[in-house]
């Protein structure tokens, strides 16, 4: 037989939370990990009293009782595991691993027996519920009632508040049946009370979560904070971990206390504890003990007089009465020498100190988070500078920490660091690059080559060259085009020494100043083709026959309802993902059943696609006729509007000369030069406009 046996996902019971881990058993004992605190629980072998097997809601479960009265509940196991463990029982641990069942029956009327940490309520010889007295907050009495509270837990979706027993009176003198039963379950309660004096008191400490100052009473099972508005009493059973953490200034020391669960006020939930210390403060201590109850109790841990710096003082009691060990930063130096790295967490500035097993943020919100819950780590480039990077963790739950704003020169060693301890790194490439890309990360806020940059640069200048070149060939054509043949002129113009010249040369340059519009005007012409890309995109004509459908689409179409019927609540993608599977395992009979209906449906695509397209041929050569036609007419009208118009200018100087003829005298008169003059010009205007009518020459002739 192994040693050991391993289960995953098993859950353990803890106030109505069911946390999920991994348990472990083993000839030393049973360890049991929390997956989401890290939280260890190891019982020895020796302590086991009983253990049994019974069915419960998550399959079966395990319940482990000490000697010294606990109760640990373990759910998760198949059925067939029982032979296993019962057998690792029998041969390491020297235990029968019992089956009870509990009652189902819905009775509430039974026999209460306190056993150790448990109240459990039987119906007969079966439990119907077991309570452990630990999870007890307060216990009152009434008339024939006693009644529970109990401490929340917050992890817990439904949380049970109270419990009220009806206990029947006796006939028995002197014993009050209520009383007994009160102090059955007080005895083994967390009632947390403050009686006695408190083994050492330390005043007006500083603390930052919860923010204010607070003293802080010591007493054997808890501690005690007493603030000017609020007061907390912490049991030493809920403290997870310790650190002591030097602060970067060197002058100052953090003291972190985790809590699970943690403490609470109203809505708010402090999962740790973090006072803050000043180096230079001492302080001499005396317990509230005699020597040999000190010595007795903490083992040479602690002693009755002690003196020190007032943090050292905090931390030793704490670490003796808790009985768990102080982590304090490993080997880790950032640049700077210290043992911390500045950083931004949700817009809050702190400190990010790297340990052997993790990292811890404080102070605002702290965050721990340790390596085996980490899944991957990533060095990102800063958003807002490249003077800085962001430093991001991911654990395997996908919960995404980000601590931004970290100085470029932490770079080399956290990455150091990290590849030390294994943890793998998101953007990391091959092992030989790893130090280049550093050096290039580390140079890139100053002479840094930035390819985007350059290239948009290049690009710049290309189109400069492009435009100016351009422009100048473009000039030239149009100065050839605008005025052909008189380079020769504008040579001479030069060299001519007539008056006429510097008119000629200043009308030249202002023709060249109004031309220069018309440069820029002609490179825009150049990029005119692609407003031509909107008419290429055709719309789609919707009396196109549609695609023949796949073999696959066809017999989808045809078994939707069915899968849907067969699986009622199956969602889009799932229905698709099934689908594909029983397409896959379907026949090559039946699925060339559909390839035929496929092939059908492609043939009568092509016979309709042949149809549609020649009739759209049709009317394409009707719509090209019809607007042959109307540019005919549209031609007509312009040839009509042309001649009307050249008739009416060649009736206007017919008038005229009507009008300039007024007598034979006139005509016959010495002045022959003015009609001769006139006769000129209207036979120059005759030339140009056609002749006119017989009736505008019989009149002239008049």
């Known amino acids: 037989m192994a040693d050991t046996l391993e289960f995953n996902e098993i859950y353990q019971e803890v106030k109505g939370s069911m946390n999920d881990g991994r348990l472990r058993l083993s000839r030393q004992g049973v360890i049991f990990k929390n997956s989401k605190t890290g939280k260890v629980d190891n019982i020895q072998a020796s302590e086991l009293a009983e253990g049994v097997w019974r069915r419960v809601a998550l399959g079966h479960g395990l319940k482990l009782l000490t000697k ?3 109760v640990y509940k373990y759910d998760g196991f198949r059925e067939s595991e029982f032979d ?9 641990y020297c235990l029968e691993l019992a089956e009870k069942d509990l009652c189902v029956k819905g009775w509430n009327w039974g026999t209460v027996r306190f056993g150790g940490q448990l109240l459990s309520f039987d119906i007969g010889e079966q439990p119907v519920f077991e309570i452990p007295l630990s999870n007890v907050s307060q216990c ?3 008339k024939n009632e006693v009644t529970l509270e109990f401490h929340q837990n917050d992890d817990a979706e439904v949380s049970l508040m109270e419990v009220r027993f009806y206990v029947p009176p006796t006939q028995e003198d002197g014993v009050d049946p209520v009383e007994a039963f009160a102090q059955n379950v007080l005895s083994k309660a967390d009632v947390i009370q403050a009686t006695g004096d408190a083994i050492c008191i330390f005043r007006e400490l500083q603390c930052l979560t919860p923010r204010g100052r607070y003293d802080i009473r010591i007493y054997p099972t808890f501690l005690h904070l007493h603030g000017k508005t609020f007061d907390y009493k912490i049991p030493y059973t809920t403290v997870l971990r310790l650190f002591l953490l030097p602060h ?12 699970d669960p943690p403490i609470k006020q ?21 317990l509230n003990m005699n020597e040999e109850e000190v010595e007795k109790r903490f083992e040479g841990r602690l002693t009755k007089n002690m003196s020190g710096s007032l943090y050292e003082m905090v931390s030793r009691v704490m670490k003796a009465l808790v009985n768990r060990k102080i982590t304090v930063p490993g080997n880790f130096q950032g640049h700077s020498g210290a043992q911390c790295i500045t950083c931004s967490y949700k817009a809050s500035s702190g400190l990010l100190y790297p340990l052997e097993r993790g990292f811890i943020y404080v102070h605002k919100p702290p965050v721990h988070i340790r390596f085996d819950e980490i899944s991957f780590v990533n060095f990102a480039r800063g958003t807002t500078t490249t003077r800085s990077f962001d430093f991001e963790i991911e654990t395997k739950q996908g919960t995404q920490y980000t601590f931004s704003s970290i ?11 990290v590849n030390a301890k294994k943890l793998n790194i998101k953007n990391r490439g091959l092992k030989e690059g790893m130090k280049q890309s550093y050096d290039e990360y580390a140079d890139s806020d100053e002479d840094q080559h930035d390819a985007y940059l350059e290239r948009m640069k290049e690009e710049g200048k290309i189109r400069e060259e492009n435009a100016n070149d351009s422009s100048d060939g473009s000039g030239e054509e149009t100065d050839e085009s605008f005025n052909p043949g008189e380079e020769d002129d504008d040579v001479a113009e030069e060299f001519d020494s007539n008056a006429s010249a510097s008119s000629s040369s200043g009308d030249g340059d202002s023709d060249r100043d109004e031309k220069k519009p018309a440069k820029k005007a002609k490179i825009v012409k150049d990029r005119k083709p692609r ?12 009396n196109a026959p549609k695609r023949p459908m796949s073999a696959y689409m066809l017999w989808l179409n045809a078994s939707r309802e069915k899968i849907k019927s067969d699986h009622p ?3 889009i993608t799932d229905l698709s993902k099934k689908a594909g599977e029983l397409w896959k395992a379907m026949s090559k009979e039946k699925k060339e059943e559909w390839d035929r209906k496929a092939e059908d449906a492609r043939r009568d695509y092509e016979k309709a696609m042949k149809e549609y397209s020649k009739a759209d041929s049709h009317r394409g050569d009707r719509s090209k006729k019809k607007k042959k036609k109307q540019e005919k007419q549209v031609k007509g009208k312009g040839d009509k509007k042309g001649t009307t118009s050249k008739s009416s200018s060649s009736k206007s100087p017919a008038k005229g000369m009507s009008d300039s003829f007024k007598s034979k005298e006139f005509v016959s008169s010495d002045e022959s030069s003015s009609a001769e003059s006139k006769k000129e010009d209207s036979e120059d205007e005759g030339a140009a406009s056609p002749a006119p009518s017989s009736e505008d020459s019989a009149s002239g002739s008049d």
């Not at 970067?248 to 809590?259: E, G, N, W, Y």
């Not at 109203?266 to 005396?286: A, C, M, N, P, V």
């Open 140 to 142: 009152t009495t009434g």
């Open 531 to 542: 407003k031509k890309q909107p008419e290429s995109k055709k719309g789609k004509d919707p």
């Open 407 to 417: 100085e470029r020169e932490e770079y080399g060693k956290l990455f150091d660091f």
């Open 266 to 286: 109203g809505q708010t939930r402090y999962h740790f504890l973090i006072l803050l210390f000043s180096k230079d403060e001492d302080i001499s201590l005396t």
């Open 68 to 70: 010294n009265g606990h």
């Open 84 to 92: 296993k463990l019962s057998d690792f029982f029998k041969a390491h």
């Open 248 to 259: 970067k200034d060197q002058r100052q020391m953090f003291f972190v206390i985790s809590l």
């Open 569 to 571: 609540g199956i969602s």
